[in-house]
């Protein structure tokens, strides 16, 4: 199929080592593609920039194979995020650079004046944002009366992301013969009404499989308890130790949180989220592709067109709202036929909602155990031994230097030096809370011959559950789980085991950390009760039910919270 493009362009693509081209690409090039509006439904990855760009060489290219001189642009590409305007703009670049190609690039957080001025001097093709193409449309900075075809790429987000109305301001001021391709990974209604509204007769393209969740793509689920979740963060960065790492927070806070923690471990970090400036945004990109950076912590918007040919591993920290989320914040790896690992940590409340969520979007997960420190020193050492042994380039200042330590050292203790200062390197690995249910025994654990019991205002009816009480109960009472014995959960309330000998501690402990009126976790009251739970399953026999709650229920009961978008 590349023998058949217009010379030019196959040129730039031998140079850019394309040997074939991908579903995608070959699809919109098809005889009955041409020249006609498309409706592409393609996976994220997939080479859809590029399929683009050739499916509108017809409109832009003259008799002799280069773009003519000329003011007005010829195509507009409109894209979600500044990170995936700049990345189309890449791309467009080298592809139509022996062309001759003029391209500008129009998104928030850059110059406008500047964008205006080059806009003045011409541009064959506009990659912009919504918000700053219609800015410099009304400004009059930008004539789309000549445009010959108009490109929508990850038109789903845009929709989603609420520029329906900038995206319906651009399209009214294109002519109507000119050309228009839409491209999407999902195809839900309202982007089938906007294709209906400003296109004619189009052809329909998917290159989507069954497997919505991308087959390059590994997908793997941890059930956590929820205050383990950035230490298992921690075990999972350091079990596969990836090139390049993304790691998905739903709000800026938790992006800020994160990625402050990660840098306090040792982790090359960087973070990307709505309150970094462009400049910013820049300079944590080039860190990742410089490798000087290895780990980047997002939100979904601020990640929207990140292309890291790397990265090999992506954390859902914070859990996506829908399955057309989760396909985008996954897609970042697994890309151009390489193999990627996208990991959903999991709370043990939300357990269910995940699996609904992962059968709606057909995607088959492996529940797996978080990684624990053992998992991690044993992939270490492997890792280790693998880098130690393989052959290396030595020169003559090597080798005399070498000599010269092993001269005052036993081989043995260089070896052991050079283990050090590799693992010296690393940050350390976590000590998860939970780790299930201990085995049974006979008799009081060493330390519980003498206990009291606490009482929390939870119980099965409000899904209480061993996994996040006992994590909860380490927070709230400044206590190690070596400290708290038995957890009998009823219908309404849980009762708690305490060693006496530090029963008041915990007591102070959990009044200092209670928050009046709070809806979450730090809202539940634990108090102190008199007696073993056998008697108080009497005495509450003899008062009769439990008085009904009237306070609002607890976030874990009321399922989660949609996360503001940033």
Request: aromatic share 4%.
């Given at each position: 199929?590349?023998?058949?493009?217009?010379?030019?362009?196959?040129?730039?693509?031998?140079?850019?080592?394309?040997?074939?081209l991908?579903?995608?690409q070959?699809?919109?090039?098809?005889?009955?593609?041409?020249?006609?509006?498309?409706?592409?439904?393609?996976?994220?990855?997939?080479?859809?920039?590029?399929?683009?760009?050739?499916?509108?060489?017809?409109?832009?290219?003259?008799?002799?194979?280069?773009?003519?001189?000329?003011?007005?642009?010829?195509?507009?590409?409109?894209?979600?995020?500044?990170?995936?305007?700049?990345?189309?703009?890449?791309?467009?670049?080298?592809?139509?650079?022996?062309?001759?190609?003029?391209?500008a690039?129009?998104?928030?957080?850059?110059?406008?004046?500047?964008?205006?001025?080059?806009?003045?001097?011409?541009?064959?093709?506009?990659?912009?944002?919504?918000?700053?193409?219609?800015?410099?449309?009304e400004?009059?900075a930008?004539?789309?009366?000549?445009?010959?075809?108009?490109?929508?790429?990850?038109?789903?987000?845009?929709?989603?992301?609420?520029?329906?109305?900038?995206?319906?301001?651009?399209?009214?001021?294109?002519?109507?013969?000119?050309?228009?391709?839409?491209?999407?990974?999902?195809?839900?209604?309202?982007?089938?009404?906007?294709?209906?509204?400003?296109?004619?007769?189009?052809?329909?393209?998917?290159?989507?499989?069954?497997?919505?969740?991308?087959?390059?793509?590994?997908?793997?689920?941890?059930?956590?308890?929820?205050?383990?979740?950035?230490?298992?963060?921690?075990?999972?960065?350091?079990?596969?130790?990836?090139?390049?790492?993304?790691?998905?927070?739903?709000?800026?806070e938790?992006?800020?949180?994160?990625?402050?923690?990660?840098?306090?471990?040792?982790?090359?970090?960087?973070?990307?989220?709505?309150?970094?400036?462009?400049?910013?945004r820049?300079?944590?990109m080039?860190?990742?592709?410089?490798?000087?950076?290895?780990?980047?912590?997002?939100?979904?918007?601020?990640?929207?067109?990140?292309?890291?040919?790397?990265?090999?591993?992506?954390?859902?920290?914070?859990?996506?709202?829908?399955?057309?989320?989760?396909?985008?914040?996954?897609?970042?790896?697994?890309?151009?036929?390489?193999?990627?690992?996208?990991?959903?940590?999991?709370?043990?409340?939300?357990?269910?909602?995940?699996?609904?969520?992962?059968?709606?979007?057909?995607?088959?997960?492996?529940?797996?155990e978080?990684?624990?420190?053992?998992?991690?020193?044993?992939?270490?050492?492997?890792?280790?031994?693998?880098?130690?042994?393989?052959?290396?380039?030595?020169?003559?200042?090597?080798?005399a230097?070498?000599?010269?330590?092993?001269?005052?050292?036993?081989?043995?203790d260089i070896?052991?030096?050079?283990?050090?200062a590799?693992?010296?390197?690393?940050?350390?690995?976590?000590?998860?809370?939970?780790k299930?249910?201990?085995p049974?025994?006979?008799?009081?654990?060493?330390?519980?011959?003498?206990?009291?019991?606490?009482?929390?205002?939870?119980?099965?009816?409000?899904?209480?559950?061993?996994?996040?009480?006992?994590?909860?109960?380490?927070?709230?009472?400044?206590?190690?789980?070596?400290?708290?014995?038995?957890?009998?959960?009823?219908?309404?309330?849980?009762?708690?085991?305490?060693?006496?000998?530090?029963?008041?501690?915990?007591?102070?402990?959990?009044?200092?950390?209670?928050?009046?009126?709070?809806?979450?976790?730090?809202?539940?009251?634990?108090?102190?009760?008199?007696?073993?739970?056998?008697e108080?399953a009497?005495?509450?026999?003899?008062?009769?039910?439990?008085?009904?709650?009237?306070?609002?229920?607890?976030?874990?009961?009321?399922?989660?919270?949609?996360?503001?978008?940033?």
């Amino acid at each position: 199929m590349i023998d058949t493009l217009p010379p030019l362009l196959a040129e730039a693509l031998s140079a850019r080592g394309y040997d074939s081209l991908t579903p995608v690409q070959n699809a919109v090039l098809e005889a009955e593609a041409e020249n006609r509006d498309l409706i592409v439904s393609a996976q994220t990855g997939s080479g859809k920039t590029v399929a683009f760009g050739l499916a509108m060489a017809p409109q832009l290219l003259g008799e002799n194979g280069s773009l003519p001189f000329i003011r007005e642009p010829l195509a507009l590409v409109i894209a979600p995020t500044r990170e995936l305007a700049l990345q189309v703009s890449r791309e467009l670049a080298w592809l139509y650079e022996k062309a001759g190609a003029r391209i500008a690039t129009c998104v928030g957080g850059m110059d406008p004046s500047r964008e205006r001025r080059t806009l003045a001097q011409g541009a064959h093709i506009v990659v912009g944002t919504p918000g700053r193409l219609r800015d410099h449309l009304e400004r009059g900075a930008l004539d789309l009366g000549a445009l010959r075809v108009a490109v929508l790429d990850e038109a789903d987000e845009m929709l989603d992301m609420g520029f329906r109305e900038d995206l319906e301001e651009i399209l009214d001021a294109t002519p109507d013969e000119r050309r228009s391709l839409l491209f999407s990974a999902t195809m839900p209604k309202p982007i089938v009404a906007l294709a209906k509204r400003y296109q004619k007769d189009a052809l329909r393209i998917s290159t989507v499989g069954e497997n919505r969740g991308h087959g390059d793509i590994s997908y793997q689920a941890v059930a956590i308890a929820p205050s383990d979740i950035e230490n298992a963060v921690v075990n999972i960065l350091r079990l596969h130790e990836a090139e390049s790492a993304m790691l998905f927070c739903a709000t800026r806070e938790s992006v800020r949180r994160l990625h402050a923690s990660l840098i306090e471990r040792g982790f090359a970090a960087v973070a990307l989220s709505g309150e970094h400036s462009q400049n910013e945004r820049n300079q944590a990109m080039q860190a990742l592709r410089d490798r000087r950076a290895r780990v980047c912590v997002a939100t979904d918007v601020a990640a929207r067109g990140i292309d890291l040919p790397t990265l090999s591993l992506v954390i859902h920290v914070e859990l996506p709202r829908d399955a057309e989320t989760l396909q985008h914040r996954s897609g970042r790896t697994g890309r151009a036929g390489k193999k990627g690992i996208a990991v959903l940590l999991v709370p043990y409340p939300r357990r269910k909602r995940v699996e609904s969520m992962l059968r709606g979007a057909k995607i088959a997960a492996d529940w797996i155990e978080a990684p624990t420190p053992a998992d991690i020193h044993q992939a270490d050492r492997e890792r280790l031994v693998a880098a130690l042994t393989k052959p290396v380039e030595l020169d003559e200042e090597d080798r005399a230097l070498a000599a010269l330590v092993m001269q005052r050292l036993p081989a043995e203790d260089i070896a052991a030096a050079l283990v050090k200062a590799h693992r010296a390197r690393m940050p350390a690995p976590e000590e998860l809370l939970d780790k299930g249910p201990a085995p049974a025994s006979t008799g009081p654990r060493p330390g519980f011959e003498d206990t009291v019991w606490f009482r929390m205002d939870v119980g099965r009816r409000h899904n209480a559950d061993p996994r996040w009480i006992l994590p909860l109960l380490c927070r709230r009472g400044h206590l190690t789980k070596s400290e708290i014995g038995a957890i009998r959960i009823a219908a309404n309330e849980t009762l708690v085991e305490i060693p006496r000998a530090v029963a008041s501690r915990f007591s102070a402990a959990v009044k200092r950390t209670a928050k009046a009126g709070a809806q979450d976790e730090d809202g539940i009251s634990i108090e102190l009760v008199a007696g073993s739970p056998r008697e108080t399953a009497r005495q509450n026999r003899r008062a009769g039910p439990p008085p009904k709650r009237h306070k609002a229920r607890p976030a874990f009961e009321r399922g989660p919270k949609k996360a503001k978008r940033f």
